[in-house]
């Protein structure tokens, strides 16, 4: 295989921050992909229809020309009224749900994930047709956090049967697992986690650009992911979490957490495919199947892929911003060769 085709690429879990990080990062991602799933956890969060349509101009300002849509979510909380909700709903694609101080810029949070304390919200959810996105990390050990969690998808999704409830960025054979027990969940996996264990992390000398929230787990959860993509699961979708911070707070001690994979994450998925002789499910796994689980149309984009090789940059910058890309300074053996809007 010399060229591969990806029609409307798809990254159904994306950070693209703001200001000149967003200047940066927002056409790395918006030059390949037909769209993303946005993540709303700004400073402060994006919980108003006034913030959210204002992120929503910055975004298109920053990747305009590029025949991207981004799709908007807003930060969860537990007193979003019906009407509130009803008005917004043609704004947003899902609600993000982040347990308090779980991950990067979380802090405000829910602080209890008991199914009375949510139950105003996501009803209205239900009720209205409105996904809940949830990044699924209990407070427990770092390894066990999202098996520890996955009670918790259980009882969402036996007491909100008509909510559609997306585990984000799993990183276990459990949530995996979890996947065809109940009709009404759904997953997404990130680039990193179909790659890395925790040993590439922190098995030799501390590689801080591959710390991310959740962590990389085991080679069995490796496994099970991998499977999963290769396999096309009609139930699981590409998206990236992309995580871009500055260089000089990865570099540091108390290393923030993130991976950033935007500008490599297709050519790097070909290869992934390639490698396992399953190219021909790729275009379900990185498009067909968001389209599916969500239910809309696509920009329409090809990408055509080309077996060249490609010298991943050893930091992108703007301005006053710096960030070390995955897989920095490295070889790949696949480049994107041309893009069809």
Not at 11 to 33: C, E, I, N, Q, Y
Not at 55 to 73: H, L, S, W
């Amino acid at each position: 295989m010399q060229k591969f085709e990806i029609n409307s690429p798809l990254d159904m879990h994306l950070h693209l921050r703001d200001a000149d990080m967003l200047a940066l990062v927002g056409p790395l991602t918006s030059k390949s992909f037909s769209g993303a799933l946005i993540m709303p956890n700004l400073v402060p969060p994006v919980t108003t229809k006034e913030a959210l349509l204002s992120y929503k101009d910055r975004i298109n300002e920053a990747c305009k020309g590029d025949g991207f849509e981004p799709f908007m979510t807003l930060f969860f909380k537990n007193d979003y009224s019906y009407e509130f909700l009803e008005e917004i709903k043609e704004h947003i694609i899902g609600i993000k749900l982040y347990p308090a101080g779980i991950t990067t810029n979380s802090e405000t949070g829910v602080s209890s994930m008991d199914i009375e304390n949510l139950r105003p919200t996501l009803e209205n959810m239900s009720k209205l047709g409105i996904p809940l996105c949830v990044h699924g990390e209990t407070n427990g050990f770092v390894m066990d956090r999202e098996k520890e969690f996955m009670p918790i998808y259980e009882s969402l999704a036996q007491n909100f049967p008509n909510l559609k409830i997306i585990m984000e960025h799993i990183t276990t054979k459990d949530a995996v697992e979890l996947l065809d027990k109940y009709e009404n969940l759904y997953a997404t996996v990130t680039l990193h986690h179909l790659l890395i264990t925790l040993d590439d992390v922190a098995g030799g000398a501390l590689n801080p650009h591959l710390f991310c929230k959740p962590i990389a787990k085991r080679y069995e959860d490796r496994t099970a992911l991998l499977t999963a993509a290769l396999e096309a699961h009609p139930k699981l979708m590409f998206g990236s979490d992309s995580a871009p911070h500055p260089k000089h707070k990865k570099e540091c001690c108390g290393c923030a957490a993130g991976v950033f994979t935007a500008p490599i994450a297709l050519q790097v998925l070909t290869d992934l495919f390639e490698k396992h002789k399953k190219l021909e499910n790729l275009n379900a796994f990185v498009s067909l199947n968001a389209q599916k689980v969500y239910n809309f149309k696509a920009i329409d984009k090809k990408i055509t892929l080309i077996k060249k090789d490609f010298t991943v940059p050893a930091v992108y910058e703007y301005k006053n911003e710096t960030v070390v890309p995955m897989y920095a300074g490295e070889i790949l053996p696949w480049s994107i060769e041309s893009i069809e809007k």
